[in-house]
């Protein structure tokens, strides 16, 4: 590397660590790998037994999502604060060239990124020779180069294209989103896009997994087309590495070329691209523009990327299954990004200050609120009518099925974007959370009677048949009261104003 793109990375390393959200983050990759690779998911015998490569991977690949989800969105922001900063104009005076501080950024993101990684590759071997005598550091060294370094590499560099060129970090969250929870649906989805996948999931089962090509040991004789299946899954599995590389390199490429075409000619688009809108002066118009400024694409691409899943009531074996798992864990996980920007969209704009400053400042948000909630009940109804007739459920039951744990997310992704003024901190802390919240072990864990109530996902699981108001009444009322909590913390605008 060059001095100069040296002195990028560096200053970019001293910002992320000076920020105690950005370091909570990487922090809870840590623990979301630990507990999904270590002991805690695994059945004692199998721990005690299991070779160490299904298990690196299996560690790897749940922190190599998650540190993808941070990864893209801190990469989507990274030029454009720079920009709105002033920082950008001043390291084009310096001489600096656009390929050494494109390199210096996506440098500085993956080291940032692979910290966890590499604690988890040193910690979990080590616990494991403590605890049961096994343990080898290579499959976990191997897990973080196949799998943690292309999943996080190909987010970094597509997050910082996509953001920079848009010129809009929620486009880049939101574009990436879509893909990450379409690695969530593989089991729904059609074989091919396994190469799509930017979760880790493919490249864990390709490389790490032991996947027989008879069908989970059906011999190939009895169940020809099962072994095929498993073949043809292991074969786009293993392509997914190539996707993942090529996109990085082209997304890193295309940015680039991009920013030493505008270095030092026309430099407008770099600092032009977002421009704060002022709050009009028509109380009733207020919300409506504050919506548009608020996230109206995110609204809108949660609304497209829930309602494209319905065709494949046409194409899944399995209708129930996909149809309870869409409406009640993946539409409230795609909400959770219109939610999380409610806030942070107009301390980006640059309009909150004033917007806080104006009686009866917390009427826009609310509308914003209500007209989030309001497509999340058209999408839940759009999906009922499609999956309904295979679902045991009643038109009620099965709103209250989606809508329980699209609120509980919501709620948590408002809070979390009123007090970090963040949309991508806020939608990936909760994100990770989902990501957690859909492991075996915690299901297990909350399989109870009584704790099932206060589970999010207890039908997708198969913890209970049925849902009734009164099953799901306290998720439903903590989801409200962390709206209330968001809606009373925009009451303390010093606080607001000094973060």
């Not at 548009?292 to 497209?304: D, K, L, P, T, Y």
């Not at 993946?330 to 909150?352: E, K, N, R």
């Amino acid at each position: 590397m060059s001095p100069a793109t040296l002195t990028v990375a560096r200053v970019e390393i001293s910002r992320f660590w000076s920020s105690p959200a950005r370091v909570g983050a990487l922090l809870l990759v840590v623990v979301a790998g630990w507990v999904l690779g270590g002991p805690l998911n695994q059945a004692p015998e199998v721990y005690r037994t299991s070779s160490d490569w299904p298990l690196a991977g299996q560690a790897l690949q749940v922190a190599a999502a998650i540190a993808a989800l941070l990864g893209c969105g801190w990469a989507a922001g990274a030029v454009l604060d720079d920009a709105d900063g002033g920082i950008l104009e001043m390291v084009i005076a310096s001489g600096t060239s656009a390929r050494a501080y494109v390199l210096g950024k996506i440098a500085a993101l993956m080291a940032v990124l692979s910290t966890p990684a590499i604690v988890l590759a040193f910690l979990l071997p080590i616990q494991r020779r403590a605890e049961v005598g096994l343990g080898s550091l290579w499959p976990y060294l191997a897990a973080f180069l196949v799998v943690y370094i292309p999943t996080s590499g190909f987010a970094v560099c597509f997050g910082a294209a996509a953001g920079t060129l848009a010129r809009s970090r929620s486009l880049a969250i939101v574009t990436f989103a879509v893909l990450w929870v379409t690695g969530f649906m593989g089991f729904a989805m059609p074989v091919v896009t396994q190469v799509l996948d930017v979760t880790g999931a493919s490249l864990n089962t390709a490389f790490f997994q032991s996947v027989s090509a008879t069908a989970g040991g059906v011999d190939a004789a009895v169940v020809p087309a099962a072994a095929s299946y498993m073949r043809e899954l292991l074969l786009y599995a293993r392509l997914s590495l190539g996707f993942l590389v090529l996109g990085a390199l082209l997304s890193a490429g295309v940015l680039g070329v991009w920013l030493t075409r505008r270095w030092q000619g026309d430099a407008l688009p770099l600092f032009g691209g977002r421009v704060a809108a002022g709050v009009p002066r028509e109380p009733g118009r207020q919300w409506l523009l504050g919506l548009r400024v608020g996230g109206f694409g995110r609204i809108a691409a949660a609304m497209a990327a829930a309602l494209a899943t319905c065709v494949l009531s046409a194409t899944t074996d399995d209708p129930r299954r996909v149809g309870i798992f869409l409406i009640e864990s993946m539409t409230p996980l795609l909400f959770v990004f219109a939610y999380a920007s409610v806030f942070p969209s107009d301390a980006t704009a640059g309009v909150s200050e004033t917007t806080l400053s104006t009686p009866g400042f917390r009427r826009p948000y609310l509308m914003r609120l209500a007209a989030t909630t309001l497509a999340l009940l058209l999408t839940l109804l759009v999906q009922v009518g499609v999956w309904g007739k295979h679902m045991p459920f009643s038109v009620p039951s099965a709103l209250i099925l989606g809508l329980t744990p699209a609120l509980l997310f919501g709620g948590a992704a408002w809070v979390l974007g009123v007090m970090s003024r963040n949309a991508a901190t806020a939608s990936t802390t909760m994100s990770a959370v989902w990501v957690v919240a859909q492991t075996p072990f915690v299901a297990t864990f909350m399989s109870s009677s009584w704790l099932s109530r206060l589970y999010p996902f207890p039908t997708s699981h198969g913890l209970i048949a049925n849902v009734t108001m009164l099953d799901r009444l306290p998720l439903l009322l903590v989801g409200l009261i962390l709206f209330g909590i968001g809606l009373a913390n925009l009451g303390r605008p010093e606080h607001l104003l000094a973060t």
